[in-house]
């Protein structure tokens, strides 16, 4: 069958249009292995703060299309996810979840012009390089570790502190940064230790901790290998109780500590958002779906949404313009309140709370703020 001549044309000129419809955006985190339950959490947030959007006509008068990869926690595969991202033509992601994991990535994206928003990177090198399209919804090591210390030097003083750390970026500048506010506060560890995170068998490391005759351990890691330490420490007739950063917040620590383990257990992490007003309406429609918004979901909600009216702002989706935006000042109304950040991409008002995780009649474990 032959077309006339002008349908031929007006064909070929609207295969050459862009295809513009939408704007991409990602949300990068360990979708599976052993902190797969976080990387879950931010695949939850992103893709309802995008459906959110999208429901109030997206973003520049476009709609918002997620991508979601994983970057198995790793690394050397965050590099490689960011490349599949920048390749894609993504203009934000929301992410990582690992320090080092955001650190080795923000390269990528500093180089292909994308900003990276990460709910949990807490290390103070990602904000400390000079790269102007990288920003957070949390705090840093430094301030956690500031708030931790000085927990134990006051909860714990004349007691003794063993210090252990599982060799990742996060982990060793948590410790790091605990034991240095412990030594401003006149407090000496007994133990400084790292080990290798993802082992199975710790009985070597609580040999170190019984020897030292700690009475608090400090752990600088995630719930995978803290729940299991903490259960051999159970096993080995050891009580002191374990306290650790954000990287262990999560309801999987009780499964892996056990219920009676676990009891005591005291952590530090943001402001519990689930709280606030302004995230009623989204806590309400993750639990009308059986999904608790723990942890840092809201916190990947909300760097959606600092995105999103950035952009809007700036009537732009070019990282540059965002970034300018964004660094200005301006407080953004997010679902875990007001955030607005500095120069380096930090939010002016951070907070750290020390939580303990505690077993009720029920049997059922949560945590609250420690008094």
């Known amino acids: 069958m032959k077309f006339p001549v002008a349908f031929a044309a007006a064909a070929l000129a609207f295969a050459a249009l862009p295809a513009q419809a939408q704007i991409k955006v990602g949300v990068a985190g360990p979708m599976t292995g052993a902190l797969a339950v976080y990387g879950q959490q931010m695949k939850n947030g992103a893709e309802m703060a995008v459906a959110d959007i999208n429901a109030r006509g997206g973003v520049l008068g476009q709609q918002l299309q997620l991508v979601v990869v994983d970057d198995q926690a790793d690394p050397k595969q965050g590099v490689s996810v960011a490349n599949k991202l920048a390749g894609d033509g993504i203009k934000f992601v929301a992410g990582h979840l690992n320090s080092g994991v ?128 903490i259960r051999q420490m159970r096993d080995q007739g050891l009580k002191a109780p374990l306290m650790g950063g954000d990287g262990i917040n999560s309801t999987e620590l009780a499964a892996i500590a056990g219920t009676d383990g676990i009891d005591g257990t005291l952590m530090t992490f943001s402001p519990d958002p689930r709280k606030n007003a302004e995230a009623a309406d989204v806590v309400g429609r993750f639990r009308a779906k059986s999904i608790e918004p723990e942890s840092f979901t809201l916190y990947t909600y909300a760097a959606v949404e600092i995105w999103a009216a950035a952009a809007a702002e700036a009537g732009s989706a070019d990282a540059k313009k965002v970034s300018t935006v964004i660094h200005a000042g301006k407080p953004f109304k997010t679902v875990v309140g007001p955030l607005s950040y500095d120069a380096k991409g930090d939010i002016t008002t951070p907070a750290y709370v020390v939580y303990r995780w505690s077993k009720a009649a029920d049997g059922k474990v949560d945590y609250s703020e420690a008094k």
Do not use: W
């Open 102 to 229: 955001s650190i080795a990535a923000s390269d990528v994206y500093a180089e292909y012009g994308i900003v990276e928003i990460s709910p949990s990177t807490t290390n103070p090198t990602f904000t400390d390089r000079g790269l102007t399209n990288v920003f957070r919804t949390c705090g840093r090591d430094d301030q956690q570790g500031k708030v931790a210390g000085g927990y134990l030097a006051t909860a714990f003083a004349g007691k003794k502190v063993a210090i252990v750390n599982d060799k990742t970026t996060y982990g060793r500048g948590l410790a790091e940064e605990t034991r240095k506010e412990l030594a401003a506060r006149g407090m000496k560890d007994v133990l400084f230790e790292a080990v290798n995170g993802g082992e199975k068998d710790y009985g070597a490391l609580v040999s170190k901790i019984k020897a030292a005759q700690a009475d608090v351990v400090y752990f600088g890691g995630t719930h995978a290998d803290a729940g299991l330490i």
